[in-house]
């Protein structure tokens, strides 16, 4: 039904166009025989050029057949394209960096501006992991919530959690994450006001990598506009070390199992011979 509309409009059109380029061919070919020729060369310019169907003060509206645009909608469309693009030529800044400004100039922190940064999001790096370090630990009966950014986690000794990428630190660094939200073990629990004073969760980045692809999806009905895109979270992956700020119960050593010799009388069973 579509195509139908489309091709009566654009036999309609240049219908229209013929019309009126054989009516202006005729006035001036009349205009010339009155004005003894001096308007031929003019004339024939007109014939030979190419007649657009713009020019037409009837047929000048602008449509886009197969679609129900308007050069509004073509402009705003275009305008949001363009957007689009320009938040997708944003380049990638490292951790210390920020872009500011169209020009994307880079910006680096200072070391005040940087622990200020991280002490809001809810950690502080302290440095990278030696070889003579021993910070992990067995595990103990001990769980804390700590916050990270906006999400939270329940976590205990030698535990893995994944976070939104952390700024300002490398594989192998060690953290301490300072908003702990509550403590708990099987002898007492802490609740803090918001966060509990003196309390602190040990960790370590051990992985900066990227979550799953989600898939964004834009779509307008009738205007034929459609836009996929990608995205993959960057995300840090850290192990817990240590939980401070509560008494940890005393773990008994396992003693070992005693060994119980145990006889057995095995009673010799007599031969009895029976008569055929």
Same mark, same amino acid.
């Given at each position: ?132 370090? %021993?910070?992990?630990? =067995?595990?103990?009966? @001990?769980? !804390? &919530? *700590? ?6 986690? +329940? $976590? ?36 803090? %006001?918001?966060?509990? =004073?003196?309390?602190? @969760?040990? !960790? &370590? *980045? ?6 799953? +692809? $989600? ?62």
């Amino acid at each position: 039904m579509a195509t139908r509309r489309c091709l009566h409009a654009l036999r309609h059109h240049a219908a229209a166009a013929v019309a009126v380029r054989h009516s202006v061919g005729r006035s001036f070919s009349a205009l010339a025989s009155h004005s003894g020729g001096s308007l031929s060369r003019s004339v024939l310019e007109l014939e030979t050029t190419p007649f657009r169907i713009g020019h037409l003060g009837a047929s000048s509206s602008w449509r886009c057949y197969c679609s129900g645009k308007t050069p509004e909608d073509e402009g705003s469309e275009d305008e949001y394209e363009e957007s689009e693009e320009e938040e997708g030529e944003i380049d990638e800044v490292s951790d210390g960096e920020i872009a500011a400004g169209p020009g994307l100039q880079k910006r680096d922190y200072t070391p005040e501006e940087k622990e200020a940064v991280a002490n809001e999001i809810g950690y502080k790096v302290i440095g990278p992991l030696e070889r003579s370090d %021993r910070v992990f630990k =067995p595990y103990e009966p @001990v769980f !804390a &919530v *700590v916050q990270v950014g906006s999400h939270q986690f +329940k $976590v205990s000794n030698r535990d893995c959690i994944f976070t939104e990428r952390l700024k300002f630190c490398e594989v192998n660094d060690k953290i301490i994450l300072n908003k702990v939200l509550l403590l708990g073990s099987p002898t007492q629990t802490i609740v803090g %006001r918001p966060n509990v =004073p003196d309390a602190a @969760v040990h !960790a &370590v *980045v051990e992985e900066h990598a990227l979550d799953a +692809k $989600v898939i964004i999806f834009k779509k307008k009905r009738r205007k034929n506009y459609r836009r996929t895109k990608g995205h993959r979270q960057e995300l840090t992956k850290l192990r817990i070390t240590d939980i401070q700020g509560i008494e940890k119960p005393e773990i008994p050593e396992p003693k070992k199992p005693v060994k119980i010799k145990v006889k057995r009388d095995t009673d010799k069973q007599e031969k009895v011979a029976v008569p055929a």
